[in-house]
Structure formats: structure tokens, C-alpha cells
């Protein structure tokens, strides 16, 4: 079975500029989170879709966004990106409600 | 505010020796708690966990304690191997938050051959 997958591996940007990320989850789960990981800051908690629908939100700014599609695929988007955006992005897949996530080996995002 | 802490941002431990990694919480309505292991460049992998009507769960040489009245969790590692040096982050839900999980800061762990 083919783990997470998520595009690109590596991205750079301007201030300014936004950005759009992918993950392909496990075949078979239909939950997908976002995470980012800052130096210092673990891990911070952006979103969860479900059947396409938000399910929570982290305490993110709205520059930060996602989607889901019917074939459980997500997308994220920040928009207007700022310096303080640098950082790993990773996605995770889930069955539904079951707090075991698996996570693919993220975006490293860097915005200068 | 940080509802879960790692005090310990790294641990150094001689190949062989146990290792302790400790996970502090303040959110009382946490009710499961995992441990994942991060490697460089690599996502997080799910190492073990605990729902909080135990008070521990082994896989190998992996266990897990967990302390409700004192909010504290400990992952153990016995014998410790060099494979093991990682960074380990412990995690926590809440029952109904779906699969949102509020991680620790992570402990860098590096185990001496």
C-alpha cells in the first residue's frame, strides 16, 4: 500500500506570492490533516478534512486554506505568503476518526 | 499556550541503557495520548500509544506510562539502540476533535554505540 504522498518535496517563494500544496493520502482514508513544523515549535495543528468538508481549523491565519477533493486529495493554499511561513508542511491520513496518523515526509516551504 | 510540553529539548543515552522521554500536558480533556519518531527529511511515524484508562501499553521495547493525576506521560526505551536517535514528539486528543492532535515541542534523542 503506498504511504502519503505530497508535492512538492521543496519550494521556494517570495514574500508576497502564494503557494499551493498537495497530498495524496493512503488509498482508503478519507480524513487528511495539515500540520507545520517550525524550528522550536513542533508541531502546529492548520486543518482536517473529511468527506470534503472542513472538519476543524487550527488557529491559523485565513491567508491559510485547504480543500478536499471527492477522491479524498487535499490541497492547502497560503496566500500572501510572509517570511514566517517558512517552514515544513505535512499532511497526514487517517480512517475516520482514528487518531493514528500517517504522515508523508511534507513540503519544505521557504519563503524569502 | 502550549498544552503539551517536552521539557527535555534533547537526551543523550549509551547504547543498551534505557531511555526516558517525558511528555507533560495541561488540558484535562485529553484522552489519548501517542509518541511518533521523526527522522530527518521524513515525516513523523507513529511509534505507540495509550487511551487514558490505562496506565501503560508495551510494544517491545517500547512502553508507555501514563500519569493522569500528574498530566504526565513517559515513553520508555530498553534496551536503547543507535537506531533509535531520533526526534520523538509526544501527542494528544480529545475525544469528538476528530483527528486533531496537539504535539509536544520534541525530544532529539541520541542513543552512543
Known amino acids: 500500500k503506498a504511504g502519503v504522498t505530497q508535492t512538492p518535496r521543496y519550494l521556494i517563494k517570495t514574500r508576497g506570492q502564494q503557494v499551493t500544496l498537495s497530498c495524496s493520502p493512503i488509498s482508503g482514508h478519507r480524513s487528511v490533516s495539515w500540520y507545520q513544523q517550525t524550528p522550536g515549535q513542533g508541531l502546529q495543528f492548520l486543518f482536517e478534512y473529511f468527506s470534503e468538508t472542513q472538519r476543524n481549523k487550527g488557529n491559523f491565519p485565513g491567508r491559510f486554506s485547504g480543500r478536499q477533493f471527492s477522491n479524498s486529495r487535499s490541497e492547502m493554499n497560503v496566500s500572501t505568503l510572509e517570511l514566517g511561513d517558512s517552514a515544513l508542511y505535512l499532511c497526514a491520513s487517517s480512517l475516520p476518526d482514528a487518531e493514528k496518523l500517517f504522515f508523508g515526509s511534507g513540503t519544505q516551504l521557504s519563503v524569502l | 499556550d502550549q498544552q503539551v510540553k517536552q521539557n527535555s529539548p534533547s537526551l543523550s543515552v549509551q547504547e543498551g541503557r534505557i531511555s526516558i522521554l517525558n511528555c507533560d500536558y495541561t488540558?484535562?480533556?485529553?484522552?489519548?495520548f501517542l509518541w511518533y519518531k521523526k527522522y530527518p527529511a521524513e515525516g513523523p511515524t507513529f511509534l505507540i500509544s495509550?487511551?487514558?484508562?490505562?496506565d501503560k501499553n508495551e510494544d517491545g521495547r517500547f512502553t508507555v506510562f501514563l500519569n493522569k493525576s500528574a498530566k504526565h506521560l513517559s515513553l520508555h526505551i530498553v534496551p536503547s539502540q543507535p537506531g533509535d536517535s531520533a526526534v520523538y514528539f509526544c501527542a494528544a486528543s480529545r475525544n469528538n476533535a476528530g483527528n486533531m492532535l496537539t504535539f509536544g515541542g520534541g525530544t532529539r534523542l541520541m542513543v552512543k554505540p
Open positions: 488540558n484535562s480533556m485529553f484522552d489519548y
Open positions: 495509550i487511551s487514558s484508562i490505562k
